[in-house]
């Protein structure tokens, strides 16, 4: 099983629409979770961190499953400048040095 | 506020030839640094970090290198490229002194391409 499970999509919604991904993570230690948005041929950026509460940043709603081992992102109102890969990153071990990445999921929204 | 910036942006290298690609963070002391690779429909693969100047660590085993002669200067390297070496390398940078956020920051990006 990989350490970090995304479904590579791609997603094509209308605009206006909303839109949720999941991704799943192997290591039930895990301390910390983040989406990062990544154009096409640009470096990914950070979207937002995942907190055990869940959190929202305008459009965007973050939440972790901590039983089930997932976290999911929830886009509502999608925007045309919302089309992006979007990828989940899981921190192993608090204080690890190494964030393991997903392959992404691929949006496109459709005017 | 701190910036990151790596380069070149794109470059294209005959089998055989040696790489430099290097890396430098403005704003910041004592960073952690990693090079990560992104090859064509796949996801991020942690190559090198590093948590100090001399200090680097390995993950993937292959002919690439790393070397962090200053504290805030980042090079990944090679003797003789691979085809399998194309891709695009990103340099990353994450304060060491936030380990709750535990978020790392990118820079734009190399575009390799061996040919």
């Known amino acids: 099983r990989k350490e970090v499970e995304q479904d590579p999509g791609p997603f094509n919604v209308p605009e206006g629409a909303t839109v949720a991904f999941n991704c799943t993570y192997s290591?039930?230690?895990?301390?910390?979770f983040f989406w990062y948005r990544q154009d096409c041929r640009k470096e990914p950026k950070l979207l937002m961190s995942?907190?055990?509460s869940g959190n929202e940043d305008g459009r965007f709603t973050a939440q972790l499953n901590r039983a089930s081992q997932y976290i999911s992102l929830l886009i509502r109102d999608s925007k045309l400048s919302d089309s992006a890969t979007y990828l989940c990153?899981?921190?192993?071990?608090?204080?690890?040095?190494?964030?393991?990445f997903g392959t992404g999921t691929r949006l496109t929204i459709i005017p | 506020s701190q910036t990151i910036h790596q380069w070149p942006a794109t470059l294209v290298q005959p089998v055989g030839s040696p790489l430099s690609l290097e890396c430098t963070v403005e704003g910041t002391s004592n960073p952690n640094l990693y090079w990560y690779r992104q090859a064509a429909g796949r996801g991020l693969q942690l190559l090198f970090y590093?948590?100090?100047?001399?200090?680097i660590s390995s993950e993937v085993p292959q002919n690439l290198s790393a070397s962090r002669p200053q504290d805030r200067q980042f090079i990944l390297s090679s003797k003789k490229l691979l085809l399998s070496d194309s891709g695009f390398y990103l340099c990353?940078?994450?304060?060491?002194?936030?380990?709750?956020?535990?978020?790392?920051?990118f820079g734009e990006g190399s575009w390799l391409t061996v040919v």
């Open positions: 290591n039930s230690a895990s301390q910390s």
């Open positions: 990153v899981v921190n192993p071990n608090f204080g690890n040095e190494k964030l393991t």
């Open positions: 590093s948590v100090g100047i001399g200090q």
């Open positions: 995942v907190y055990s």
């Open positions: 990353a940078w994450r304060a060491w002194d936030n380990p709750s956020g535990n978020t790392i920051y």
